[in-house]
Each structure stands twice: as C-alpha cells, then as structure tokens.
C-alpha cells in the first residue's frame, strides 16, 4: 500500500507519516489490513522524512494545484491521499485570492486527481471548526447549519461539499475530518488566527515571552496533536457503510477558555511561566477566533469511536514528552 500526503512538510504531516509507519498497516479497499510498502510526503519544499524500516518514505516538491504533477504520484498501488495541504486562517483572510486557490482550487485539482485514478482512492482531508460561525447554540450538534464567518471557513465549508458529492457518485471514497483547534504546536507561530493558543504554552514552558491577544473568558475548542494523529488514522478505518448521509466529521475536543489554560501553565511550569505572557487584545484575531463555536456535541464521531483527550493537562504533558525539547 502507497499513501500519498500532502502538506508533508506541516507537523501534522510529518507525525502522520511517522505514526502511519510505524503502525504497519491500514485496512485496504475490500477491509483486509495491508502493509503499508511507501508514504509520499508532498509539499512545495523537499522534507527530510523519518527513516522506518520496511517503509519508504519519500518527498515530492510539488504544487498541489498542478494536476499533472500530482497525477504522476498515484501510481497503481496507491490507495489513500491524506489531504492536508492549506493556507491557515488569518493568511486566507488576508489574501483571498491565494486562499481560493490552494484551500478551494487546489482541492479541487487533486480531487479531480483522485477520481481519475483506477478505483476509488480513500480521500482523508481535514475541515475547522472555522466553517461555523454566526447565531450558534453553546455547544454545537452535528446537524447544526455551517455559516462560516471567515474566507478560510468558507473555502473548507465548500470543499466538505465536494468531498460528499464526490463520494456520493463513487469517484472517491471520502472522509472529511473537522479539527478543533490543534494545541501544542510544536516550532515557531505561523498565520493562523489561532496560532497564540499554542504559543501562551509553548513559548513560556521555553523560557519565551508570549502575546495573548484575547480575553481570558474565550472559550476555545482543542485537541492535541497526538490525538488529532489518532483521529487521522481512525478515520480511514471507520467503514463507509457508518457515513451514509455525510462524509464530514465533527470530531470530540475539548472547550477549554483562555483563563483555564493559562491555569494548567501555571501548574505545569509555574507562576514564572504565567508571567511570561503579555495580555495585548488584538481586535483583528479576537474578529476571527470568536466567532468560532466554542464547544461541539460531536455524538456521531463519538459513535464511530473517536477519542476526545481526557483534560488540558493531558494536552500539555503530551507536548512536554513529545515536542518541547524540539520545539
């Protein structure tokens, strides 16, 4: 079996390769586990992946939009595409045009890709809870009505719909995961709106200053990066008898607000850490990440079997044996 991930060059890309590798298999197209022979990390710079034995992992610079160079990577063995490759919220929100393309187009391109290729492929891809927003209820049941508030929201919104469409009429056989928030990233900020909710761990638990730029009060739904890993891998084992009416997923985190995080730093890397932080309210950020939901429901992906983290404590020992020393 041959995977194929794009945004290989993202910490979650890199985590997914590695677990998938070291996991051997996933369940092939009649249900049977098959080994997993090769993993292709795509991205627009080369990766140096993992080295696993008995698994090859390559890395492939290529523009996902460019249909041909994509073409080329499924070859006949490949049986799944995880999808993770997007321009992050605040960027799709600054620049629309460069949203469109690689979060909307793009999906589309390598959508296209997939249904070309001989026999329908897995096509694992990855939503937000940014493609909700608007009048909402405290906590969000998965039948609730996207209304995105936000372009990044509203390009993932319209490409949940293309995975349904697509796998409705048999061209793919598709699973759209909704990620909550995903805390801690490892590494430096990037342009996500969200990007201060790692950084008011990650930097202070490093000895860094960090801007928090909401109120305490904000409640934000989280996940941690190895349960989100978990969830990924999940996903492509659910059967698609379980996803009859919707390939999208809303998947069970946790809804924590800004002050309860700022509690567990403090217990995990003491009053020091607390006062590493800067309280500077940024209008612009607080527009955007407030407007998410900050709770879900989440009955049908619990019903599937998947795995909220148990509480914000779990989530920061998981970083401090994961990713700090790295990070």
């Known amino acids: 079996m041959r995977i194929v991930i794009t945004g290989g060059a993202g910490f979650l890309g890199r985590k997914l390769a590695h677990a998938l590798a070291t996991g051997g298999g996933l369940a092939g197209a009649e249900g049977q586990r098959q080994q997993i022979s090769e993993i292709v990390l795509v991205d627009t710079c080369e990766v140096k992946p993992d080295l696993v034995a008995g698994v090859n992992i390559t890395s492939a610079a290529v523009d996902i939009c460019d249909a041909d160079a994509m073409a080329r990577l499924m070859t006949p063995n490949t049986l799944c595409v ?3 490759a997007a321009v992050v919220s605040g960027q799709a929100e600054a620049d629309f045009d460069l949203g469109m393309k690689v979060n909307l187009d793009g999906t589309r391109a390598l959508l296209d890709v997939c249904r070309a290729h001989a026999g329908p492929l897995k096509f694992i ?13 405290r906590s969000v049941p998965d039948s609730f009505a996207q209304t995105p508030q936000n372009s990044y929201g509203a390009q993932k919104a319209i490409s949940e719909l293309l995975v349904n469409d697509y796998s409705r009429k048999g061209f793919i056989d598709g699973r759209v995961v909704r990620l909550p928030t995903i805390i801690i990233r490892p590494g430096k900020p990037n342009a996500a709106a969200s990007s201060f909710v790692s950084a008011i761990f990650r930097e202070p638990l490093q000895g860094q200053r960090a801007i928090c730029p909401v109120n305490a009060d904000l409640p934000v739904w989280v996940m941690s990066p190895r349960r989100a890993i978990e969830c990924l891998i999940h996903a492509h084992e659910v059967p698609k008898t379980k996803l009859t009416n919707s390939r999208s997923i809303t998947l069970p985190g946790l809804s924590v607000t800004i002050g ?6 403090k217990r995990a890397g003491g009053e020091e850490a607390v006062q590493r932080i800067d309280w500077a309210f940024d209008q612009t950020i607080n527009d955007i990440v407030s407007r998410w939901p900050g709770a879900f429901e989440a009955t049908r992906a619990q019903a599937m079997g998947f795995v909220a983290d148990r509480n914000i404590d779990e989530i920061v020992q998981a970083f401090i044996e994961d990713d700090l020393t790295s990070a």
Not at 125 to 136: C, L, N, P, Q
Request: hydrophobic share 40%; proline share 5%.
């Open 125 to 137: 891809t990855t939503s937000s809870v940014a493609s909700f927003g608007g009048d909402m209820p």
């Open 82 to 84: 995880y999808h993770l």
């Open 260 to 265: 309860e995080m700022i509690s567990a730093l």
